[in-house]
């Protein structure tokens, strides 16, 4: 496996927590723990309860990801 084997699937977010993480809910059912990618930090991307974002999951742990974009609205 590359470092380029990632998963992209579409959720969520369902909850704020601390830290810039997110509980993300996924089209597929499943409920994963996720934070902002640098880049959305660096652009000051906010990310709200209810809005529909792209994440990036490691085919190594399927529990964890990282929001790479927010769906605009």
Known sequence: ?????IIEVEGTV???LPGTT???KLTNG???LAYLAGKMR???VK???????????SPY?????RIIYRNKN
Do not use: Q
């Not at 496996?1 to 084997?5: F, I, R, T, W």
């Not at 990310?47 to 999951?57: M, T």
């Open 1 to 5: 496996m590359s470092k380029d084997d």
């Open 14 to 16: 369902t909850e704020v």
């Open 22 to 24: 997110f509980r993300v």
């Open 30 to 32: 499943h409920e994963i």
């Open 42 to 44: 660096m652009h000051y």
């Open 47 to 57: 990310v709200c309860e209810g809005d529909s974002v792209k994440v990036a999951i």
């Open 61 to 65: 742990d399927l529990n964890k990801g």
